[in-house]
């Protein structure tokens, strides 16, 4: 069993800045590829970025250079800094986990940019 726990979303301001945590525990002997999706009212889920164990990163294009992905091994987590926020960049996020039990996914942050 893996228990995913988002955290760090709400409401920001147009230009603002938020920092997502999730973090991976269970029974969990390895973990491979944790990354960020989002899902706005009305589309699809898409990925914002994804992080593999050896730290190489993988971002949505139109994403680059504003969302930031890092993982702390020792801790299980995954972070998603996001800078320089648009009105369309609400959505509810997820954090997903490859584990060895296989693709976890946690249960959605609501990210909220307004002014």
């Known amino acids: 069993q893996v228990q995913l726990v988002e955290s760090g979303g709400g409401l920001v301001q147009p230009g603002g800045s938020l920092r997502l945590s999730c973090v991976a525990s269970g029974n969990i002997f390895r973990i491979y590829d944790m990354g960020w999706y989002r899902q706005a009212p009305g589309n699809q889920r898409e990925l914002v970025a994804l992080i593999t164990s050896n730290g190489n990163t993988n971002y949505a294009d139109s994403l680059k250079g504003r969302f930031t992905i890092s993982r702390d091994n020792a801790k299980t987590t995954v972070y998603l800094q996001m800078n320089s926020l648009k009105p369309e960049d609400t959505a509810v996020y997820y954090c997903?986990?490859?584990?060895?039990?296989?693709?976890?996914w946690g249960q959605g942050t609501q990210v909220t940019v307004s002014s």
């Open positions: 997903n986990v490859r584990t060895n039990w296989g693709n976890k």
